[in-house]
């Protein structure tokens, strides 16, 4: 044990980088975050006998800089080829859905459909479905903003891309969108660090969250924060 917390956080605090741009996983401010992530950062650090650091950002690439820079040592994260090069990855602990918010007169009600020349795409720059779409759509175009609805307004593109809850929220409030409720992707949330740890490091890490999701411990953290324990990877 003693080996996995000095391989993991070799200057004694465990550094874990939070990404407060993803409500699903992390809610509440840098000062004080909450949610799963910060739960199971928690929970790593107490088992490891180590002071906690959340380092907090609001985007899933500062997040990824934050570790692969050396700012942190652990990080939450959707499991993407993009990324795997550089980080070591456990199993997913939750699966949330990427879907597309489309105006109410679109002509647009398919995922299949969305993938046109005439298309444009509104994305959050680095995100999980930034790096999906980007590697699987052969016809639109992807367009980057801070925010995917915020590029999609600033710019009057055709679509607007999201994770399913803060999406379905959004056009919820705003009468003149409509969601197409089809996914166009799965998205594997996994805890990770870098490659260069130790093999026993990786596996000890894949193997407490395998405990977290079997005990109980990931849906009870879930539905603490207000979302769906259905969200469990399996």
């Known amino acids: 044990m003693t ?14 980088s939070i990404n407060l741009g993803n409500p699903v996983l992390a809610q509440g401010t840098p000062d ?9 950062a928690r929970e790593l650090a107490k088992r490891l006998d180590l002071p906690l650091e959340l380092v907090c950002f609001d985007a899933a690439r ?10 942190a040592d652990l990080c939450f ?23 597309f918010a489309v105006p109410q007169d679109s002509a647009l009600t398919t995922v299949a459909d969305v993938d046109a020349s005439d298309v444009r795409i509104g994305v959050k720059q680095g995100s999980a479905y930034d790096l999906y779409l980007t590697r699987t759509v052969r016809h639109a175009t992807i367009v980057r903003g801070s925010d995917g609805v915020d590029v999609f307004r600033a710019e009057g593109l055709e679509v607007a891309a999201g994770i399913r809850q803060p999406i379905t929220r959004y056009v919820a409030e705003h009468q003149d969108l409509r969601l197409i409720d089809e996914r166009f992707m799965q998205i594997q949330q996994a805890v990770g660090t870098t490659k260069d740890k130790r093999d026993e490091t990786v596996a000890y890490l894949r193997d407490l969250i395998e405990e977290l999701k079997a005990n109980g411990f990931v849906a009870a953290s879930l ?5 769906s324990p259905a969200l469990l990877a399996p």
């Open 223 to 227: 539905t603490a924060a207000g979302q």
């Open 3 to 16: 080996t996995v917390a000095a391989d993991l956080a070799p200057t004694g605090v465990l550094r874990a």
């Open 62 to 71: 500062k997040s990824f800089e934050a570790l692969t820079t050396g700012q």
């Open 32 to 40: 004080a975050p909450a949610g799963v992530t910060v739960d199971i």
């Open 77 to 99: 994260l959707a499991i993407e080829p993009a990324r795997a090069a550089e980080v070591a990855f456990t199993a997913p602990y939750v699966v949330i859905e990427g879907v």
